[in-house]
């Protein structure tokens, strides 16, 4: 499967400049300028486990030739064993040291970048379905809602004294005075209850 090089950097949890160093150095190769992704994951398994049999064959150091043609001695010491072959180290000059750690990063960058891929989703899918939206939009339109509501209870005395006067047979300014008292406690009561919940 051949895509390019920022998408498969993406879904391998890597930097785009670490992909082009990888192909940079022959490890990932590119087909019309875009990733096999079956050639890259060999490529990867094969960093992972840099130490493979073949390579010790090569590298095996022969016994060491004076053991073979030393003389015989009335008390041979023993021999120390032969050194063992150095483990081939592939440097790829990354930020964490040689390739021996590549695997742990690997690791924690796959998982840092697929909680963060599902972080997204789930944010997402609240958004998508009305179950998360904007703290600041909503304290916004409770307090323009509270704000308008206020405003109507205040007005509301103004507007109904004079058909109520008439009605009980009182005088208007009396009867304007007494609905704005009432109309003020009840507000400031409000303004009590919504403290206590908000505490």
Known sequence: ????????????????????????????????????????????????????????????????????VSPPQPTPAPMPPPPQPARPVLSLDLPGGPAGDLPTLLLKARIKSEIKRASLLEIREKVETGKLVDADEMHAAAFNRGRAVRAAWEAWPNRVSGPLAAELGVEMRTMRLTLERFVREHLLELTGMEREHDE
Do not use: H
């Open 1 to 68: 499967m051949l895509i390019s090089q920022s998408e498969w950097a993406r879904q391998q949890g890597f930097t785009r400049q670490y992909v082009s160093k990888l192909v940079a150095r022959g490890l990932v190769r590119l087909v019309d300028g875009k990733v096999d992704t079956v050639q890259a994951e060999v490529a990867l398994e094969a960093i992972r486990e840099p130490a493979r049999e073949p390579q010790r064959k090569v590298i095996t150091a022969p016994t060491p030739a004076p053991v073979a």
